[in-house]
């Protein structure tokens, strides 16, 4: 509903941001650190908007090949209290090509926001051909993004998360690479519920497979951080997520250093939040749950409460902060 009336959200300059949270990646210059977090803006409805509300990138997607409707409602719960959401989504989405058309129509009017395009396998296709909708998003939507991010953590869609392991990593690469090599950037996403002992062999492969970055993290199927019994099954998200997150984000910085970029999300509802994050190691910040509770605003408030906390800590730019406290 909302997203409906933020659709027609007309283009216009984005916000000055301070310099100093310029900061550039994957060959790109991003205007901020701060972005929209994917599922928010499945079908990339309002780009126009995020770029208006002082989102330095947005994460549109997950994207599947074909159209489907994901899980019937109710599949969202919203816990007050504890500022966090479950959802059990999975992947309403209109289809790769209806949603191509759309950011190539946002470009072609002049939007300057960085887009991130997640996708995700349909959720009847069989997990021996995963790997090929993988190629086929590729194919279809890499000349159109800034940088792809395969989505392999979402909980929802069963049997994803085991295409995190190495072999299953193997596989995808090479299937994104046919039959052409694509200049786009990929990115792998990962769940925050990766065991300590698989999570470096993961991180290894990643980076010896010549993926540009990692999204830390999807939601979790852990309760442990909720703090109240909660017996719906889905992906939590929002302030009880938030350790869990940062945590990982500093044991991948840990694991592969600066080889290559993290993107933190989890949690993320303030500036300390996202300044937390960046000194763990990520480069990037993404969030959905925080802005369903702070509105609107939020992205802009991270971004001037990031400046004046880069300035207290005598950082001239956001890269200076990254990983400090890895
Ligand atoms: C309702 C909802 C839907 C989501 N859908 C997706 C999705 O389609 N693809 C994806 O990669 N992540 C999805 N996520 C995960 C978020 O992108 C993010 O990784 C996670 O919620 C942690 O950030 P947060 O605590 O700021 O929400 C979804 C999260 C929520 C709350």
Known sequence: MVLAMLSAWPISEPPATPRELNTRLFGLEFRNPVGLAAGLDKDAAAPAAWQSLGFGFAEVGTITPRPQAGTSRPRIWRLPEQRALINQLGFPSKGMEAVGRRIEQFRAKGLKLRIGINVGPNKDTPASRVAAD??????????????????????NTPGLRAFQSPERLREIRSAIDEPRRSTVCYLVKLSPDIDATELGAICDTIVQLGFAGIVATNTTLARTELGIAWDQAGGLSGRPLRERSRNMIRAIRRRIGAQIPIIGAGGIASADDAYGHIRA??????????LIYEGPTLAASLNAGLAALLRRDGFSSISEAVGVDA
Request: aromatic share 10%; no cysteine.
């Open 134 to 155: 993988y190629a086929m998003l590729a194919r279809g939507l890499g000349a159109i993004a800034d940088f792809m991010v395969i989505n392999l953590s979402s909980p």
């Open 281 to 290: 190691g990520a480069s990037l910040v993404e969030l959905y749950t925080g």
